[in-house]
């Protein structure tokens, strides 16, 4: 472990089973002024992460018991470069553009390597985590700027338009039933009774997919319980369980809204494309201390997973559609972690985890 820490010198987690690595990484590192920290394997990289910030990690990726693109997966959202042999260059390039590890997987560095080499990728890569660090703090600005926008709208739409409506219809109502004698008059009030209607439904619909409101007054799991009861009943060659533990109705509101939607995108996607026969949806609140896993496992955890037993699809040859990425990017905002795993005629499962304070 390297001197202490200046006030600007960032700090960087290298990984490698081999000592002789290690030390050499290390020294070029600490010799252009960048304080370097060195553990043996993955879960000792997890326990770093926990205690302090990592500005970068370099893992190298042939470890035994956990790899680094495991270890990468693990530590997210801490930016990684990997450090492996030339003929990993493929393996390391296929974990660079997955979709799991986003990216936060920076570049990878080749063995045997140079001082100068190993120097340059870094700062390179520093510069490059220092944009995605600022493009998550805009990401997550503009997110919940937008959803309290959505919000406002709707209650805006809600109030005003849904009053005029009311309006309209007591009116017409009054007038049918003072010309109740005039049969023309009669068919106008009742086309537009029936116009309202329509209109009062369809602005229901947008107001719900603006923001469901419904979250503010009965709560997350009453409004996922309702959820599933009118998927059910929609879907009835499909059987939806919902089983939830802990504590959920006083949540933020930027979580509770995330994990109605992700739900809702994954039940319409089930519905449109698995022909699944099940759907197990499980949302529990427990304590980081469960999972020791994750690098945020030290908070309490929101954990939410979506099981079915449909056709699937290859996750390797398959473009993720907007639902899918819409629920991913929602995740990512929220500082959380998003896995789907899927084979054709498999099933399909959804994992997401949500660490808070």
């Known amino acids: 472990m390297s001197n202490e820490k200046t006030i600007n010198e960032p700090t960087i987690l290298v990984v490698d089973d081999d000592e002789i690595t290690r ?22 990289a997890i326990l770093v992460c926990k205690k302090r910030h990592i500005d970068l990690a370099i893992l190298d990726v042939q ?12 530590i997210d959202p801490v930016p990684v470069v990997f450090l492996s042999h030339v003929e990993n260059s493929e393996t390391i390039l296929e ?8 990216p936060r997987a920076i570049s990878y560095l080749v063995k045997p390597i140079s001082k100068e080499e190993t120097i340059r990728a870094i700062r390179a890569a520093l510069g490059v985590a220092h944009e995605l660090e600022e493009m998550q703090r805009l990401l997550e600005t503009s997110t919940h700027a937008l959803e309290n926008e959505k919000r406002a709208l709707s209650r805006e739409i809600h109030d005003q338009v849904g009053q005029e409506l009311i309006g309209i219809y007591v009116d017409t109502k009054a007038i049918a039933k003072t010309t109740s004698d005039r049969v023309d008059i009669k068919e106008k009030t009742d086309r537009i009774i029936n116009s309202v209607d329509t209109i009062q439904r ?9 923001y469901p409101e419904d979250l503010d007054t009965l709560g997350l799991r009453k409004c996922l319980e ?5 998927w059910n009943k929609r879907f009835q060659e499909c059987e939806a369980k919902l089983l939830i533990s802990g504590e959920i109705d006083e949540l933020e509101n930027n979580v509770d ?15 449109k494309y698995a022909k699944a026969k099940n759907v197990a949806i499980e949302l529990r609140r427990r304590k980081g201390e469960d999972d020791e ?15 079915d037993d449909g056709e699937g699809f290859d996750i390797d040859e398959a473009n993720l559609g907007i639902g899918l990425r819409g629920m991913k990017d929602r995740v990512k ?3 959380g972690s998003f896995k789907i795993d899927s084979k054709a005629g498999r099933g399909t499962k959804i994992r997401v985890l949500i660490p808070f304070d």
């Open 23 to 44: 030390s050499i990484v290390s020294k070029y590192l600490e010799s252009d002024g960048i304080n370097a920290i060195t553990v043996s394997n993955g879960h000792e």
């Open 95 to 102: 974990a660079i553009s997955e979709r799991s590890l986003g």
């Open 202 to 210: 369809t602005i229901g619909g947008i107001i719900h997919t603006l």
């Open 226 to 230: 309702m959820m599933i009861t009118q």
């Open 333 to 335: 905002v929220l500082g």
């Open 257 to 271: 809204v995330m994990i109605y939607r992700t739900v809702q995108e994954a039940m319409n996607n089930i519905g």
């Open 63 to 74: 470890m035994p018991n956990m790899n680094g693109i495991e270890v990468a997966r693990r």
């Open 293 to 307: 896993g994750y690098l945020f496992s030290s908070k309490d955890i929101l954990q939410l997973s979506i099981n």
